[in-house]
């Protein structure tokens, strides 16, 4: 009986599932996924990566301060009031990130992270919506992970300098 | 007023018929446009055009016939709270589709609009030049061919070098095409560009992959537009704007496959089309993702 009911089940959820789907533009229909995106490596800062070089065997001060001896250079401007290093850089694990629950989360993973906070983005990022994306409309795609666009201690997306202007229609059309 | 009536109905009629079997024997017997000529002789047409374009440029200039794929209908989507008007499309476009760069020619038009006025083009401009952008209290609208579901250019043109492929892309014969620019006049979207010079692009200039109804080397006196990059898309890859846009601000997918991003912009996002109400059904969306 149970059996019956679960092949039923089954049959019902294959004739719903992709199969069914009318058949979609050549070469490969691109399906959004909530599994692991492929994206390439972080962008570290040059001979920093992996942390551990440095900071294996060095004693763990949790205590809040403004760095001085190392990483001067980083300037907090994301919610600076509320945040520090370890809020988001594991101590135990310093190859690592953490959420706020405390799991551990890889750099190449670091997406995870952001969308703690910035939910409507991590799904928008999924669904190819936000973020530059390059690659096949109809076939494989290349994410960029969050942080290779915003810099995770400053976010705002950096000002460029434009492209020159076009001419004016007077001199172009000579 | 009432008496000479039925001569000049048949005179008329007389002429119309006239015209219209010269038109029938001119299509008939005469030279065809490309889309018309079968894919034998079309292939003809086209090592020759290879040929020319090689022996000008250089080097070996690939001209594909890739027709419209089934089940695809091309629509281009762009996020005006990302876009922070840095051209870097403009001149990939460029590249890409080997627009003139003398006279120059650019298919798109970014434009730069303050916040205060919103979407207005009365205010717009496109000649915004400061150190850097985004410039605070603007915003940018860049503008190309918004390759209509209801195409006002291709119902004007006279010789019939302009028309909507299967999957929505607005082309060009530029073999057909006479410089009559009746389209550029009938464009509510300044899209539609002529050459008014004989384009000059620097044989190291020229991108080999070519489209018979794209990027191909264009002559002297013809309109050209964007094609989507009808030689990158149809080949399953994303337009040249859309790879080099930093601000991932551009998107592109086919509008029958719900699960493409494009689906899901229009059903998630706030979405605009340029001047909606002249009712040219633009297949070319503008969203605020935020
Ligand atoms: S490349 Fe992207 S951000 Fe720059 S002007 Fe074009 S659409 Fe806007």
């Not at chain 1, 092949?7 to 909530?34: I, M, N, Q, V, Y």
């Not at chain 2, 010789?159 to 006479?178: F, K, L, M, R, S």
Request: with cysteine; hydrophobic share 35%.
């Amino acid at each position: 009986m149970r059996l019956t009911t679960l092949a039923a089940l089954g049959l019902a959820a294959a004739a719903l599932g992709p199969a069914a789907d009318p058949p979609s533009a050549a070469p490969a229909p691109h399906k959004r996924t909530e599994e692991r995106l492929e994206v390439p490596p972080p962008p570290f800062t040059e001979g920093l990566f992996p942390c551990t070089t440095c900071h294996e065997g060095m004693p763990v001060n949790r205590t809040r301060r403004v760095l001085k001896d190392m990483h001067d250079d980083i300037v907090l401007k994301h919610d600076e009031e509320h945040r520090w290093c370890l809020d988001c850089h594991d101590a135990t694990n310093r190859d690592r990130l953490h959420l706020a629950s405390g799991a551990p989360v890889s750099f190449e993973e670091s997406y995870l992270l952001c969308g703690q906070c910035h939910g409507e983005k991590l799904r928008d990022w999924r669904a190819g919506v936000h973020g530059r994306r390059t690659g096949s409309w109809n076939g494989p795609k290349r994410y960029l992970l969050c942080a290779h666009c915003h810099n995770p201690h400053q976010p705002r997306f950096r000002a460029l300098a434009p492209k020159p202007a076009p001419l004016p229609p007077s001199r172009a059309a000579r | 007023m009432t008496t000479p009536e039925k001569p000049k109905v048949s005179r008329r009629l007389f002429a119309a018929s006239g015209a219209s079997a010269a038109a029938w024997v001119l299509t008939a017997c005469g030279p065809r446009r490309l889309h018309e000529v079968p894919r034998d002789r079309l292939r003809v047409a086209i090592r020759e055009m290879e040929r020319k374009y090689s022996q000008q440029a250089g080097k070996e200039v690939k001209v594909s016939d890739a027709g419209a794929l089934p089940g695809v209908e091309f629509a281009y989507a762009l996020d005006i709270s990302r876009c922070i008007g840095c051209r870097r499309c403009v001149y990939a476009c460029v590249e890409e589709n080997n627009q003139s760069r003398n006279p120059q020619l650019h298919w798109i038009k970014v434009l730069s609009m303050e916040k205060e006025k919103g979407v207005d083009f009365s205010h717009a401009d496109p000649y915004y030049h400061p150190a850097t952008v985004p410039e605070e209290g603007h915003f940018y609208v860049p503008v190309a061919c918004q390759q209509c579901k209801n195409p006002p250019c291709t119902k004007v043109c006279p010789t019939g070098a302009t028309w909507t492929e299967p999957d929505g892309i607005v082309v060009i014969d530029y073999d057909w095409c006479i410089g009559c620019r009746y389209c550029m006049a009938a464009c509510p979207y300044g899209a539609r560009h002529f050459n008014w010079a004989e384009p000059v692009l620097p044989a190291d200039a020229v991108n080999t992959d070519t489209h018979y109804l794209g990027n191909r080397p264009r002559p002297k006196g013809v309109v050209e537009k964007c094609t989507f990059c009808i030689q990158r898309t149809r080949a399953g890859k994303y337009p040249a704007c859309v790879d080099v846009c930093p601000a991932g601000a551009r998107k592109f997918g086919n509008l029958l496959d719900k699960d493409s991003e494009i689906r899901y912009i229009i059903e998630h996002k706030r979405v605009l089309v340029l001047k909606e109400e002249l009712n040219t059904v633009p297949r070319f969306f503008y969203f605020y993702a935020t």
